[in-house]
Every structure is written in structure tokens, then in C-alpha cells.
């Protein structure tokens, strides 16, 4: 291994660390203060330099199915869950459609590499790569929603991509790490994910509910 590769893991490992370790302690603070954003900030661009290392190393090094996934995957929820903030009740602009067609491009370009790949099937790349395709369908298709939809569907877009994006670091560190149990010791952060996302989504639901004004959604009795 060469000193370049070193360096690199170093790095990758480095801010992998540190981006799952404060990506979990926001998981368990309060959300939408100052403190939330700041350190939002830095777990994004802590995580976006843990899917460029990855990706150096994918093209320099060593090419691994479900890492080459996971680094079009990852920086695609990242930057798409973070630009749901600023774009907000507006919906998505050119910049989110240009963004949502260079990552369909890596995703074809990857596809005929992973069927290729000698081996058995990767259940965890093929199952990756299709969240993208699905993720990617859905910002498609969002473009044909109503603008007002926005007002609150931002909000469930920035959650499901960046909570998503915080354990699929954790199902690399666990392919990484973790040789038992193979594929399901890492499917098992994703399916935990999934619950995180649900419980946030319900929890956002309820908020939505009880800030509602009264006679919100009832027919008027009086125009019957």
C-alpha cells in the first residue's frame, strides 16, 4: 500500500469519524436552531470530504461496487437535502435539476460496471443504486407537483436525505469494519435509518397537527 493510499484512508477516516459523531449528537438535539445549522454545515462538508476520498480511492486505488455507489449516493442526498433550506416553499431550480442530471449520469455510467463486476451479485451496491435511481425519479417527478406542496414537503425532503445520508456513512463504516453478518451487519444501519426517518417524518406530522388554526380542513356548516 503506498503512502498516497495511506493518506487517503487517513483522511477518509478521519472525517468519517468525525462526521457520524456529530451527525448522531444533532440526531438527539433540538432542530431548525442556529447551533442545528452551524453544525449542519460542518457535517456536510465533513461528509462530502469523506465521498471525495472515497472516490479517489474508488478511481486510484481500489474499485468496490457499493463504495462507487455510495459515493454518487451520498454527495447527491447531501447536496440536494441541503439545498431544500434555501429553496424552501419555492421548490427546486435549475440548479437542482442540473445537479439531479449529473448524478443520473454517474448512476447509468455505474450501472453496466456493476453488472459486469466478476463475483457474486453485491446485494448492498444493487440495493444503493436503486434508492438512487428512486431518489432521483422523485426529484423528477417533484417538478410537477404544485408550488404551494413546498411550503411543507422541504422540510421531509431535507430530513429523509441528510438523516439518510448520515447512515449510509454508517453502513460503509460497518462493510468496512464488520466481516460477520455479511450483507445484513450492513443493510442493518440502512433499515435502522429507515426507522429514524419515520419516526422524524411522524414527529413532523404531529408538529404540523397541533399548529394548525381550529376548524382547519372542516367544512363550513354554514355554506351546506
Not at 460497518?174 to 414527529?203: D, E, K
Request: positive net charge; hydrophobic residues 55%; proline residues 4%.
Amino acid at each position: 500500500m503506498t503512502s498516497a493510499h495511506l493518506a487517503n484512508i487517513a483522511v477518509h477516516v478521519g472525517a468519517g469519524t468525525l462526521a457520524l459523531l456529530i451527525g448522531f449528537a444533532m440526531l438527539a438535539r433540538r432542530k431548525g436552531t442556529a447551533a442545528h445549522r452551524r453544525w449542519g454545515k460542518v457535517f456536510c462538508l465533513l461528509a462530502l470530504v469523506v465521498s471525495l476520498s472515497a472516490a479517489v480511492g474508488t478511481l486510484c486505488f481500489r474499485f468496490i461496487p457499493v463504495f462507487a455507489v455510495l459515493t454518487v449516493l451520498v454527495p447527491y442526498q447531501l447536496v440536494s437535502g441541503w439545498r431544500s433550506i434555501h429553496t424552501r416553499e419555492r421548490g427546486p431550480s435549475v440548479i437542482d435539476a442540473v445537479w439531479t442530471l449529473v448524478a443520473l449520469a454517474l448512476a447509468l455510467m455505474l450501472t453496466p460496471t456493476l453488472v459486469a463486476a466478476p463475483g457474486r451479485p453485491d446485494i448492498v451496491a444493487y440495493a444503493s443504486l436503486g434508492t438512487l435511481f428512486l431518489l432521483l425519479a422523485y426529484d423528477a417527478v417533484r417538478w410537477l407537483f404544485p408550488r404551494r406542496w413546498f411550503a411543507t414537503l422541504w422540510r421531509y425532503d431535507h430530513v429523509y436525505k441528510l438523516v439518510a445520508s448520515l447512515f449510509a456513512l454508517l453502513s460503509a463504516l460497518v462493510g468496512n469494519v464488520i466481516r460477520v453478518g455479511q450483507p445484513w451487519s450492513q443493510i442493518a444501519p440502512s433499515a435502522i435509518g429507515l426507522l429514524t426517518i419515520g419516526y422524524f417524518f411522524v414527529q413532523r406530522r404531529r408538529q404540523e397537527v397541533a399548529t394548525r388554526p381550529a376548524g382547519y380542513g372542516r367544512t363550513d356548516a354554514a355554506a351546506s
